[in-house]
């Protein structure tokens, strides 16, 4: 198991393996590691501790920032992540980044946005579609219909309280039309954009 892991030349950190959707398009559907990693299938889940000795064993100098994303969604262990962002920030001085389905105010049933605020420095979330009919069918998220409408939110929110935001969507899941339809969207919301 990895918790801990170089992914073209990003240091990313592995907190969870649960996440709320099922996406078609989902690279654990495909391989147990990606990078250095040996399997970002994890026996447990890791303590705040155990993830502090894991980055401890890396040259965190040589990397631009820290990234919360493995084979989970790591706002699923939102209080451990701010715990460990704020703990990277104070020892290595590296900005921290999450890579994220935009649906932790749907798994902690309130809004969480706010908690970011001087913690975390950029937030990459997965919009996947351009309507919400068309991302139920691609993710099917546990949370049904409001799921959409919830991300669009998320994105709004986050951007009062984290620097950078950015968008994506997987370029070969979805049609250019939905590729398109999303750039525009995150224009309309002033946020940043990338096809992945």
């Excluded at 992914?7 to 907190?15: C, P």
């Excluded at 969870?16 to 447990?44: I, Q």
């Excluded at 069918?137 to 929110?157: R, W």
Aim: proline share 3%; charged share 25%.
């Amino acid at each position: 198991m990895t918790t801990v892991y170089d992914y073209f030349g990003g240091l990313y950190i592995n907190l969870t393996n649960r996440c709320p959707c099922r996406c078609e398009f989902c690279v654990r559907n495909y391989t147990d590691n990606l990078g250095s990693a040996d399997s970002l299938f994890l026996d447990h889940e890791p303590t705040v501790e155990e993830i502090k000795n894991e980055l401890r064993k890396w040259d965190v100098s040589k990397y631009e920032e820290v990234i919360f994303c493995g084979y989970g969604e790591p706002t699923e262990r939102l209080d451990d992540l701010l715990v460990i962002a704020r703990w990277i920030s104070a020892s290595y001085g590296k900005p921290v980044r999450i890579n994220t389905n935009g649906l932790a105010d749907l798994i902690w049933n309130r809004d969480t946005a706010k908690d970011l605020k001087g913690v975390v420095n950029a937030v990459s979330i997965s919009l996947n579609e351009a309507d919400s009919e068309k991302y139920n069918s691609l993710c099917h998220p546990k949370f049904g219909e409001g799921s959409y409408d919830a991300i669009l939110n998320y994105i709004k929110e986050v951007k009062k309280y984290v620097p950078s935001v950015t968008v994506s969507v997987v370029g070969s899941a979805i049609s250019r039309e939905s590729v398109e339809k999303c750039r525009e969207m995150a224009g309309e919301m002033g946020v940043m954009f990338r096809v992945r």
